[in-house]
């Protein structure tokens, strides 16, 4: 028996040497784009800010990065990132005939092409771009990305993140209907909930104490034992962020998320020096991880935030992750969705994934038509369980895609 195992074992090894040493000599061959509608009921009003709506056709992009072996990587985002002028002017002038598997190098090479022409190549479309090389790679190795990333954990706590309030009826127009739904996501299984509280273009938006009523509601419905998060309005000055602060601490909240511009890290000194509450962020600011490590410094923040689109990939995302670990500090990954899963995953300083957007009409378990499954299901208990798929673990419908292509480039 001890000679069957150990050929079995070398049989095992020299497969995955094999299947390793193939995929390191495989060269990128060709970059393209999927252009595709389906159906959301999710609308967008004035500002910006995401509500639900009547259903109607919305467009997706769907990117593809294929090698001379056959391997492909994939990544969704809006068709407006990575529209034909990006995908000819960056992309494939620094990917064609480059190994997948150096994705910090290219990386690095995109990243110099944003000099002068940034507002053209953002960072959330070189972040899609790396996207698709790691879930290439995982693919190409049979491994889950969040394993080729370190592997810290197979599940985790999400908390409910909420939509914006809003002024229809029975569903985030009040503080009372903030505090019902919040009963309703405890029920769901939900241990902690995130409020995004009103903002313009609503009548009364920005109020401070709108904010506050609102929070105080969610604590009497939900109780003492759910952790509870705000990320409200995010232009509010000193002042109202200060009186904000100082309430949601009474109310033995977790953290106080971007109340105010993130361009001057001295306000947000300023305010985590009089608050007893953590203060997190970044979130939006730009400079990738350069720009967290200056909010480390100066002291601007107790939690760091980042999110794979907005520091420009899953591999910045984790820097930032492990920047802030070398300070003692957690980083709460921002945004849900499979790359950010993977970091989650992948990271020791992380206590929370972030399940949303949320709103009482509308069901956030409802499988988007271009996928065949949830990227991140959630159980009764409140944990969302890594994906054990090769790559980032996105169960695509090719064939939906295929159907309702309306451009290709």
Same mark, same amino acid.
């Given at each position: 028996?001890?000679?069957?195992?150990?050929?079995?074992?070398?049989?095992?090894?020299?497969?995955?040497?094999?299947?390793?040493?193939?995929?390191?000599?495989?060269?990128?061959?060709?970059?393209?784009?999927?252009?595709?509608?389906?159906?959301?009921?999710?609308?967008?009003?004035?500002?910006?800010?995401?509500?639900?709506?009547?259903?109607?056709?919305?467009?997706?992009?769907?990117?593809?990065?294929?090698?001379?072996?056959?391997?492909?990587?994939?990544?969704?985002?809006?068709?407006?990132?990575?529209?034909?002028?990006?995908?000819?002017?960056?992309?494939?002038?620094?990917?064609?005939?480059?190994?997948?598997?150096?994705?910090?190098?290219?990386?690095?090479?995109?990243?110099?092409?944003?000099?002068?022409?940034?507002?053209?190549?953002? +960072?959330?479309? @070189? =972040?899609?771009?790396?996207?698709?090389?790691? *879930?290439?790679?995982?693919?190409? %190795?049979?491994? #889950?990305?969040?394993?080729?990333?370190?592997?810290?954990? +197979?599940?985790? @706590? =999400?908390?409910?993140?909420?939509?914006?309030? *809003?002024?229809?009826?029975?569903? %985030?127009?009040? #503080?009372?209907?903030?505090?019902?739904?919040?009963?309703?996501?405890?029920?769901?299984?939900?241990?902690?909930?995130?409020?995004?509280?009103?903002?313009?273009?609503?009548?009364?938006? #920005?109020?401070?104490?709108?904010?506050?009523?609102?929070?105080?509601?969610?604590?009497?419905?939900?109780?003492?034992?759910?952790?509870?998060?705000?990320?409200?309005?995010?232009?509010?000055?000193?002042?109202?962020?200060?009186?904000?602060?100082?309430?949601?601490?009474?109310?033995?909240?977790?953290?106080?998320?971007?109340?105010?511009?993130?361009?001057?890290?001295?306000?947000?000194?300023?305010?985590?020096?009089?608050?007893?509450?953590?203060?997190?962020?970044?979130?939006?600011?730009?400079?990738?991880?350069?720009?967290?490590?200056?909010?480390?410094?100066?002291?601007?923040?107790?939690?760091?935030?980042?999110?794979?689109?907005?520091?420009?990939?899953?591999?910045?995302?984790?820097?930032?992750?492990?920047?802030?670990?070398?300070?003692?500090?957690?980083?709460?990954?921002?945004?849900?969705?499979?790359?950010?899963?993977?970091?989650?995953?992948?990271?020791?300083?992380?206590?929370?994934?972030?399940?949303?957007?949320?709103?009482?009409?509308?069901?956030?378990?409802?499988?988007?038509?271009?996928?065949?499954?949830?990227?991140?299901?959630?159980?009764?208990?409140?944990?969302?369980?890594?994906?054990?798929?090769?790559?980032?673990?996105?169960?695509?419908?090719?064939?939906?895609?295929?159907?309702?292509?309306?451009?290709?480039?």
């Amino acid at each position: 028996m001890r000679i069957i195992a150990s050929m079995l074992y070398d049989d095992i090894r020299i497969n995955l040497i094999t299947t390793i040493s193939m995929k390191v000599t495989m060269n990128i061959t060709s970059v393209s784009v999927d252009v595709f509608s389906f159906p959301s009921r999710r609308a967008v009003d004035s500002a910006g800010h995401a509500h639900p709506g009547e259903e109607k056709p919305v467009r997706m992009a769907m990117l593809r990065i294929a090698c001379d072996d056959g391997s492909e990587g994939f990544s969704f985002g809006p068709p407006e990132l990575i529209r034909p002028h990006i995908i000819e002017s960056f992309v494939k002038k620094v990917l064609i005939g480059q190994n997948p598997m150096n994705r910090e190098k290219i990386w690095q090479e995109l990243a110099h092409w944003q000099r002068g022409s940034a507002s053209q190549f953002t +960072d959330r479309a @070189l =972040a899609l771009v790396e996207q698709a090389l790691w *879930d290439l790679a995982g693919r190409a %190795l049979k491994l #889950p990305v969040h394993k080729l990333l370190g592997g810290y954990r +197979d599940k985790v @706590l =999400a908390y409910g993140s909420t939509m914006c309030g *809003d002024d229809l009826p029975g569903g %985030l127009s009040t #503080p009372d209907e903030y505090g019902q739904f919040a009963e309703k996501l405890v029920q769901r299984g939900y241990k902690g909930i995130k409020l995004h509280t009103w903002m313009p273009p609503i009548s009364f938006a #920005p109020n401070p104490r709108m904010d506050v009523q609102a929070c105080a509601a969610v604590r009497e419905a939900v109780g003492p034992d759910i952790a509870l998060m705000l990320d409200g309005y995010h232009w509010y000055n000193r002042t109202d962020a200060l009186y904000i602060g100082r309430e949601l601490q009474k109310l033995d909240f977790a953290w106080f998320e971007e109340p105010m511009m993130e361009d001057s890290a001295e306000s947000y000194a300023w305010l985590a020096a009089n608050l007893d509450i953590p203060v997190l962020g970044p979130e939006s600011i730009a400079g990738k991880y350069h720009s967290r490590a200056s909010w480390v410094t100066n002291k601007a923040c107790d939690i760091l935030r980042a999110g794979v689109a907005g520091v420009g990939g899953i591999g910045p995302c984790l820097k930032v992750a492990h920047l802030a670990e070398s300070f003692g500090m957690d980083c709460e990954v921002h945004g849900n969705g499979a790359a950010n899963l993977a970091v989650v995953g992948a990271i020791s300083n992380c206590r929370w994934y972030e399940r949303g957007l949320l709103h009482p009409f509308l069901d956030y378990d409802d499988v988007p038509a271009y996928l065949n499954t949830l990227v991140d299901p959630m159980d009764s208990d409140g944990f969302v369980h890594l994906s054990e798929k090769p790559g980032l673990g996105e169960d695509i419908n090719f064939s939906y895609i295929e159907t309702h292509t309306e451009q290709r480039y």
